[in-house]
């Protein structure tokens, strides 16, 4: 048995910051145009919760916990669909700042970020505001869902300024941490309970969430203004009595402060958190290192070859051809190229092994962005951080075998030698149409500290001359020793 190298994917709270990691670097790489529109998809999104939200309480006769309750829960369904939808919600962008804190993107790269996904949800919100004003949603119940709405817009204005910040910082708290619950699965279903509750809690108990607030309060600024003098006299009310939802009061009052609580409470509570908590506890990112054995190879004694000629050191390509984590990915194509690979080991300023990089995360990257790359786009932003490493002292033969030989394919059977699968097909068919998931190309180490790689053209070319005289691969003492047998 020979063993190779695998940095390991993070467990337990670290795989979950991980892929927030992974959640807030993806935030940086959408082009403007798809960010904004994603952007505006979240805020029509959010305001058609909120105009759930004042269906299922208008009227209601439950009582001031349940009704908020009720509502609240119709409230969830914005964030399912943001969450299920791949929308941009600004609340839950915020969590970019782990993307600075890990130093791959520059401030104004965050800022940029921000700002795209807040107009984008601002327009989106304002959008649903003039189609649900064309709809004339304010007029059902005889205007009580309107005298609904412009009650809900009006209390969001009476809070102090530092009143709307706490609530703000209490909000995105909720949200964030929804957001992060999120990551712990992949199924659409679980991500979708997952949210409801934390988005419940926030409705229910009148946190402040600034994307509601640019649906809820232009909405009730549209209806004190344009509803006509019908609707005034249905509900009992004059529009003077909300003289005060105005445009400057809404800014100054709720929306600064609202989005300021906003950040403080995912930026800061939930992903800076996190990151200050676990960070300092884990070992260097690049190194979580764990043996992963490798079948045994076995070869007739007519294709001796001695492990001092088949070591992959003598047949790898140098370490010169490996990446850096701050390169760019334009210059890293280039290095590619110059050394025809499909793919690199990625070090970082120490020299140490961090992840790997290959034109498929390049391919990736280039279809979810529609084509229109991010030139300033660095080679860790797209690399893979989990990297099957190999041995200098490891034989060719060996990795060769493990390279292209699934043995549960071929010879399926448990540990225990009681079969798995049923066949009536040789050792040599299924190893023939067998599907192996392997890298093709691999870091080889030494002592921790790259000094090469080896690819599967490589270990061909190691392995050709088996088709050829074996004599010219032998050392000389064994062609001696062949020769006087």
């Not at 260097?284 to 007519?302: D, G, N, V, W």
């Not at 140098?318 to 850096?324: H, I, K, S, T, V």
């Not at 300033?376 to 002292?393: C, F, G, I, Y």
């Amino acid at each position: 048995m020979v063993s190779a190298t695998q940095i390991k994917k993070p467990e337990g709270p670290a795989a979950l910051l991980a892929q927030a990691e992974e959640y807030a670097v993806s935030k940086t790489r959408k082009s403007t145009r798809m960010a904004i529109g994603l952007a505006m998809m979240a805020g029509l999104f959010i305001g058609l919760a909120f105009v759930f939200y004042l269906t299922v309480t208008t009227g209601s006769n439950a009582g001031w916990g349940i009704t908020r309750l009720l509502g609240g829960l119709a409230f969830s369904m914005g964030l399912i669909l943001v969450v299920l939808g791949g929308a941009e919600l600004f609340t839950s962008t915020v969590l970019s700042m782990l993307a600075r804190a890990n130093g791959k993107i520059s401030t104004a790269g965050l800022l940029h970020t921000w700002a795209r996904v807040y107009l984008g949800n601002l327009l989106g919100a304002l959008l649903l505001v003039l189609i649900v004003m064309t709809a004339g949603l304010y007029q059902l119940d005889d205007g009580q869902w309107g005298l609904n709405a412009l009650h809900v817009a009006q209390h969001k204005l009476h809070h102090t300024w530092i009143q709307a910040f706490a609530l703000g910082v209490l909000c995105n708290l909720l949200v964030c941490l929804a957001i992060w619950m999120t990551f712990t699965s992949q199924n659409p279903l679980t991500k979708a309970v997952m949210v409801i509750l934390p988005v419940a809690m926030f409705v229910s108990t009148g946190f402040e969430h600034s994307v509601a607030n640019m649906f809820m309060v232009p909405l009730g600024m549209s209806i004190a203004t344009f509803a006509p003098d019908s609707f005034w006299q249905a509900v009992g009310a004059s529009p003077d009595a909300f003289s005060d939802l105005n445009l400057a009061r809404f800014i100054s009052a709720n929306l600064i402060p609202v989005t300021l609580g906003n950040i403080l409470g995912g930026a800061g509570l939930v992903g800076m958190g996190y990151w200050l908590i676990i960070n300092p506890e884990r070992e260097k990112k690049t190194a979580q290192i764990a043996s992963l054995a490798l079948p045994s190879a076995s070869y007739s004694e007519s294709a001796i070859m001695t492990q001092e000629t088949l070591t992959i050191e003598k047949h790898m390509k140098p370490a010169q051809c490996a990446l850096n984590a701050r390169q760019y990915v334009a210059d890293a194509l280039e290095k590619l190229n110059q050394y025809q690979l499909s793919g690199a080991p990625v070090l970082d300023d120490d020299g140490d092994l961090v992840g790997f990089f290959s034109v498929q995360d390049v391919l990736v990257d280039l279809w979810w962005n529609d084509y229109q790359p991010d030139m300033d786009a660095k080679v860790e932003s797209l690399m893979r951080t989990e990297v099957q490493t190999v041995d200098a002292d490891q034989s060719v033969i060996e990795l060769a075998q493990y390279m292209s030989i699934d043995n549960k394919v071929v010879y399926p059977v448990s540990d225990t030698g009681i079969a798995t699968h049923f066949t009536n097909q040789s050792a040599l068919e299924r190893a023939k149409t067998q599907t192996v998931s392997r890298p093709y190309i691999y870091p080889v180490m030494r002592d921790n500290q790259l000094v090469g790689v080896i690819t599967r053209a490589d270990v061909v070319r190691a392995l050709a001359p088996l088709y050829g005289n074996a004599m010219d691969i032998l050392p000389a003492d064994a062609k001696e020793g062949l020769v006087t047998a």
